[in-house]
T-cell receptor, first 109, second 114 residues
């Protein structure tokens, strides 16, 4: 059974810092891995999608990497801003989407 | 471009009442999902439908039923609501686009059972 873990559960950083969020999964037989952002009381917004054949994807200040063999993905956020404050969720897609419990990020001005 | 639409956005039920959460997507996706989100638990899959006419149980199906009415609509029914079903419910749909699967989510239904 696929299990997805995200570390850390919460993170507080000063504005401008570069930071890394971690996601690990137990079964490497996945179609893809997707990173989402969730603002309080809102739905999920897709940030980056990495197909199983890819190693990384970039969008603006965000870079996500995937190492299927070790069951790990990282989301790198460069030059963090207060507007980046949100919960970040990773999800792996095999038969269905399985989510981690998220990392709650707070960027302090 | 509505994407995935859920109704209602908020609902309060008394224990034992029944209700149906509605979800519709306009992206012609085959796969649809229902999740619940609870503090500290992340999103847990209740049911999913890989295509019209098929449904499968997820991680936490007890107390729920689903109907894939057509390709667009996937409803979630609580026959006899319990306080343990107080949660935020998300519907999602997904499709493979140029070989890559991507999931799209509705804005959620916040359900309180008293």
């Amino acid at each position: 059974k696929q299990e997805v873990t995200q570390i850390p559960a919460a993170l507080s950083v000063p504005e401008g810092e570069n930071l890394v969020l971690n996601c690990s999964f137990t079964d490497s037989a996945i179609y893809n891995l997707q990173w989402f952002r969730q603002d309080p009381g809102k739905g999920l917004t897709s940030l980056l999608l990495i197909q199983s054949s890819q190693r990384e994807q970039t969008s603006g200040r965000l870079n996500a990497s995937l190492d299927k063999s070790s069951g790990r993905s990282t989301l790198y956020i460069a030059a963090s801003q207060p507007g980046d404050s949100a919960t970040y969720l990773c999800a792996v897609h095999s038969v269905e989407y399985i989510f981690g419990t998220g990392t709650r990020l707070k960027v302090l001005a | 471009n509505a994407g995935v639409t859920q109704t209602p956005k908020f609902q309060v039920l008394k224990t034992g009442q029944s209700m149906t959460l509605q979800c519709a997507q306009d992206m012609n996706h085959n796969s649809m999902y229902w999740y619940r989100q609870d503090p500290g638990m992340g999103l847990r899959l209740i049911y999913y439908s890989a295509s019209e006419g098929t449904t499968d149980k997820g991680e936490v199906p007890n107390g729920y039923n689903v109907s894939r009415l057509n390709k667009r609509e996937f409803s979630l029914r609580l026959e006899s609501a319990a306080p343990s079903q107080t949660s935020v419910y998300f519907c999602a749909s997904s499709e493979a686009l140029q070989g890559a699967w991507s999931a799209f989510f509705g804005q959620g239904t916040r359900l309180t059972v008293v």
